[in-house]
């Protein structure tokens, strides 16, 4: 079983950068297939950016060219490289990690088993 922290978010002005961070601990990290998703208040929670079984990597169309997922397996931290925000990207950021190696559903929280406690983004205009 693994355990997720997230941290980085913070108040940054439209048009700003921040890079989210996601560590894990007590599992062995190289085995999960990572991804992140955001919950605004009132709203459901929606997929950001995930990394498939194949090393892929998937983005919602919001944010496609903007954010960027990457890991480092040697540091047990997936990150969230977040440039040009928008006010709409405000939200809980969370991490999330899916040992299931049949799972093809990338952008759906339910094929995600274990989260992160969620870090605040939140983009001032």
């Known amino acids: 079983q693994v355990t997720l922290v997230d941290s980085g978010g913070g108040l940054v002005q439209a048009g700003g950068s921040l890079r989210l961070s996601c560590a894990a601990s007590?599992?062995?990290?190289?085995?999960?297939?990572m991804g992140w998703f955001r919950q605004a208040p009132g709203k459901e929670r929606e997929f950001v950016a995930a990394?498939?079984?194949?090393?892929?990597?998937y983005y919602a169309d919001s944010v496609k060219g903007r954010f960027t997922i990457s890991r480092d397996n040697a540091k047990n931290t997936v990150y969230l490289q977040m440039n040009s925000l928008k006010p709409d990207d405000t939200a809980v950021y969370y991490c999330?990690?899916?040992?299931?190696?049949?799972?093809?559903?990338?952008?759906?929280?339910?094929?995600?088993?274990?989260w992160g406690q969620g870090t605040q983004v939140t983009v001032s205009s």
């Open positions: 999330a990690a899916d040992n299931n190696r049949y799972s093809r559903t990338y952008r759906s929280r339910w094929t995600y088993t274990y």
């Open positions: 007590g599992g062995t990290f190289s085995t999960y297939r």
């Open positions: 990394f498939g079984w194949n090393s892929n990597t």
